[in-house]
């Protein structure tokens, strides 16, 4: 143990020392801002969100440091350790303080569980997002209360963080195992200010800087069964269904209000909108048109081991820009 000890301390003393720039774990200013560069990963030490459905149990004496760490991973692991000063060099080196692992927990998150009040005060002096959620809707103040850090719930709650509402959607799960693989973290949708969300039209959204196109429930469709029910189908039927010629569903958000379905976004619009600005097409653009659609049909007839039938086959409903 004097070891781990001696280690976790050199470690803490590299970071806390302002040798960023001069260790291996340096990194260029741009890749730490700059998503596209690298994905995501998983942030492995410490605890886990208060909502996280895969409970692990820590391993103890647990240092193991890659070599490799990104920008990301560093501020996450200085949180994690409660090194205030190592934080505080990362930021000023350019880290954004709101970046997120491939669970959407930022630096507030970390520091939360783990119970580093003075990381936590330094973080939101940086202004950090107090209401960020991660894949599992869980706040930093949720995952305070959840580990028993009330000095630092009592603080995000001070400072204006909102406790988490109990608004239960139709589809509400109370295991969080039970949560649907397809499940979208909703703050990772971004929509264009004074877009108007109308019933039954796509919504053009961003997701983790993808365009996406987004159909979302209106209030009072929650409490008509046959909207609820409808909605559901749709689910079963597009989580189950992968071809070229039908639009692609990325994921749902079910478990919060608004509902949403996720589809892949195609800029060119429908068929029947085509159709009203450009008038008849060509003929051989007009076979192959149909030939898509018929390709996309049978796929769905086709399926087993129920087939699916398409019961609204008018032009606004054909996407024909699909590729």
Sequence with gaps: MDVVA?????VSRQFSM?????????????ASLDRRLSSPKRFAFGRQSSLDPNRRSPVKGEIGVPE?????MQLLFMACQGDAKGVEDLLKDGVDVNSIDLDGRTALHIAACEGHVDVITLLLSWRANIDARDRWGSTAAADAKHYGNDEIYNLLISRGAKTR???KTPMTV????????YELNP???HFRRGDELLKGIFQIAKWNGTKVS?????KDDYSDPDTINAFKNELTVMQKVRHPNVV????????NIPMMIIFEHLPKGDLGSYLKKNGRLPMPKALLCALHIARGLNYLHECKPDPIIHCDLRPKCQKYFAR
């Excluded at 001696?6 to 050199?10: E, H, P, Q, S």
């Excluded at 109370?174 to 693989?181: A, H, L, R, Y």
């Excluded at 692609?248 to 478990?255: C, D, E, K, P």
């Design 165 to 167: 509402e109990t608004r």
């Design 174 to 181: 109370f295991d969080p195992k039970e949560v649907p693989e």
């Design 18 to 30: 302002g040798s960023l720039s001069r260790s291996r774990f340096s990194f260029g200013r741009q």
């Design 6 to 10: 001696k280690l976790k301390r050199g």
């Design 214 to 218: 987004v159909k979302m429930l209106e």
């Design 68 to 72: 490799n760490l990104d920008a990301t």
């Design 187 to 189: 703050a990772e949708l």
């Design 248 to 255: 692609q569903f990325f994921g749902a958000v079910t478990q």
